[in-house]
């Protein structure tokens, strides 16, 4: 744990340019949730004397998320040091007196997979080795848009140059800036005063305050770290590399905790999604926000599930699909075309083929037969559906809500039933068949004479 209190200013106002898009960057979702609520979480265990998170104008849905860390608005955005000074500003009003904070750490709101171990160890770091400034670094793959460290012949770092500022040979250089900064926090308003806007980009670099610290003989320092932890988001293309790097990790870990994954790169995991143990998931199926699975509970394929509960050894799929407030119970069957939403299957119940079930609640044990449909809209309001346990409702019954079915009651298959049926009735409700015998030939017989 840091020794001395630290605060943290979290870079998230910029337009996202690079992802041409209405979103701002950081709410783009990762594993089903918006890549910034996973920095915060890694800030959040090593609790900063203050957190601050400065967003671009009108990205109130950033600020909502990032509670309850506090939000300041940089208008315009001028690059990343102008962001730090606004942030800066908005600390200085909420620590009294700003001197006794020892350091700050600036992060970047598009690098999900900080961990809190790192940065940690970045703080423990700084206080070592008494750096003004210590940045973290990385060798990626590739290091295209990321900024170069140049060192100085005894290792330390002279400055940082952007990728669009970067001559051919500083171009070669496969250091590159992480993104995580730690800056001793007296001498960051200093620093701050010494950036401008004489670059391609002609913004506000807050990479640029290393060449002023050491214009100021301030010592700097890099310290490299796996490049998988620090990887930045810009493009749609680094979305969906970061969001295969993410589920291949979800993956990994469902299994470790005893969930058998058939074809594990064919499952889509949410970040919250919660497999008990024995849970098996067949191939091509996605898990929204919101789902927990019972143990032993096998999930088939080509099923989507989100915001569903789903109870030890119920069976779901092939084709399922489950919507927010699903709930099935112990043993629950649900099977190919079934969708549930906003309804409680009971323990054992079955609804196994082409059957939607919307506002309801269904008893244990009950069986609903193919095609069975929970009419619970009107066009304006939803209605509630109640059947009790051990019902039987025949193949291609229209439950027209608000209806109620009682325990034990059987309903004939085709009906459309607008009425509460009674605890173990029957209920018919259909046209009735008529047979006229022989009648079929007649016909037959002056069709083809019509036609000769
Ligand atoms: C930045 C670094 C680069 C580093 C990379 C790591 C700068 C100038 N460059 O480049 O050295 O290798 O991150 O991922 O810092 N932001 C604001 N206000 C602004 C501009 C940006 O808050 O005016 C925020 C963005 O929302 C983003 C973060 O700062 O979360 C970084 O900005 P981005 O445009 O992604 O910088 P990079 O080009 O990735
Ligand atoms: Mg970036």
């Given at each position: 744990m840091s020794q001395s209190p630290f605060a943290a200013i979290i870079l998230a106002a910029g337009s996202g340019t690079r992802m041409k898009s209405a979103l701002p960057k950081v709410m783009h979702p990762l594993a089903g949730r918006p890549m910034i609520a996973y920095l915060m979480d890694a800030l959040r265990p090593l609790s900063p004397a203050a957190a601050v998170v400065v967003v671009g104008p009108g990205m109130d849905g950033v600020a909502r998320i990032v509670v309850p860390a506090e939000s300041v608005v940089q208008?315009?955005?001028?690059?990343t040091g102008d962001a730090v000074r606004t942030g800066l500003q908005a600390l200085k009003s909420r620590l009294?007196?700003?001197?006794?904070?020892g350091e700050v750490l600036v992060l970047y709101g598009d690098t999900p997979f900080l961990s809190t171990e790192t940065l940690e160890r970045l703080l423990a770091e700084r206080r070592r080795t008494s750096a003004a400034i210590l940045v973290a670094g990385m060798r990626p793959a590739n290091p295209g848009p990321y900024g170069r460290f140049v060192l100085a012949p005894d290792g330390t770092l002279e400055r940082i140059v952007e990728a669009a500022d970067a001559g051919p040979e500083e171009q070669t250089i496969g250091l590159v800036n992480g993104g995580i900064m730690v800056i001793e926090a007296s001498r960051l308003d200093e620093l701050l005063d010494g950036l401008d806007r004489d670059n391609v980009k002609g913004e506000f670099y807050l990479t640029d305050i290393v060449r002023v610290a050491r214009r100021k003989g301030l010592p700097c320092r890099a310290v490299e770290l796996p490049a998988e932890g620090l990887i930045g988001i810009n493009t749609r293309a680094e979305l969906a590399e970061a969001e295969a790097l993410m589920q291949r990790r979800l993956r990994r870990a469902a299994m470790d905790s005893g969930v058998t994954l058939i074809a594990p790169e064919t499952v889509f995991l949410s970040e919250d999604t919660q497999l008990a143990h024995d849970v098996v998931v067949e191939p091509n199926v996605t898990f929204g926000p919101g789902v927990t699975v019972g143990e032993r509970a096998r999930i088939r394929s080509f099923s989507h599930l989100e915001g569903a509960t789903v109870g030890a050894g119920a069976i779901v799929g092939p084709f399922a699909r489950l919507r927010p407030g699903a709930v099935l119970e112990e043993d629950v069957h649900v099977g190919n075309f079934v969708e549930v939403k906003a309804a409680r299957l009971g323990a054992g119940a079955k609804a196994n083929h082409l059957t939607y079930i919307g506002d309801a609640e269904v008893g244990a044990r009950t069986n609903i037969g193919a095609g069975t449909i929970t009419c619970n809209y009107d066009g304006f309001n939803k209605f509630q559906t109640i059947i009790g346990e051990g019902a039987f409702i025949g193949s291609n019954?229209?439950?027209?809500?608000p209806v109620q079915v009682g325990a034990g009651a059987i309903v004939a298959a085709g009906s459309v039933i607008t009425r509460d049926v009674a605890p173990d009735a029957l209920s018919i409700a259909r046209g009735q068949q008529v047979d006229k015998p022989g009648r079929a030939t007649k016909i037959r017989a002056r069709l083809r004479g019509k036609n000769s």
């Open positions: 208008d315009p955005p001028l690059g009294a007196p700003a001197g006794s904070i019954t229209a439950l027209v809500a």
